[in-house]
Nanobody
Framework: QVQLVESGGGLVQAGGSLRLSCAASGRTFSSYTMGWFRQAPGKEREFVASISLGGGSTYYSDSVKGRFTISRDNAKNTVYLQMNSLKPEDTAVYSC????????????????WGQGTQVTVSS
């Protein structure tokens, strides 16, 4: 069992930056690939980024590539999402997710989810 708690969301102006954190419980964090997803009101959940067990491989959606960076610190059981050059269309609830071993960008292949953190980007 893995419990995930996100933090770091908030209100920021367009062009600004935020860093989201996702803290995981348990002693096997390094056995889980991690992902970030987002969901805006009235829209479907969207893949943002994912990272492999050791952090050597990452995936990004085209909409955030070059602006967002996913990273992880296995010693701290934490995954991060650095978000730069934010746009109003990045406004959403951002959730982190964990899946054993296999790196994926498909939301229903993840086993554990956090409660989400709101990111609002004003124009």
């Amino acid at each position: 069992q893995v419990q995930l708690v996100e933090s770091g969301g908030g209100l920021v102006q367009a062009g600004g930056s935020l860093r989201l954190s996702c803290a995981a419980s348990g002693r096997t964090f390094s056995s889980y690939t991690m992902g970030w997803f987002r969901q805006a009101p009235g829209k479907e959940r969207e893949f943002v980024a994912s990272i492999s067990l050791g952090g050597g491989s990452t995936y990004y959606s085209d909409s955030v590539k070059g602006r967002f960076t996913i990273s992880r610190d296995n010693a701290k059981n934490t995954v991060y999402l650095q978000m730069n050059s934010l746009k109003p269309e990045d406004t959403a609830v951002y959730s982190c997710a964990a899946r054993r071993l296999v790196l994926t960008r498909v939301y229903h292949e993840y086993d554990y989810w956090g409660q989400g953190t709101q990111v609002t980007v004003s124009s």
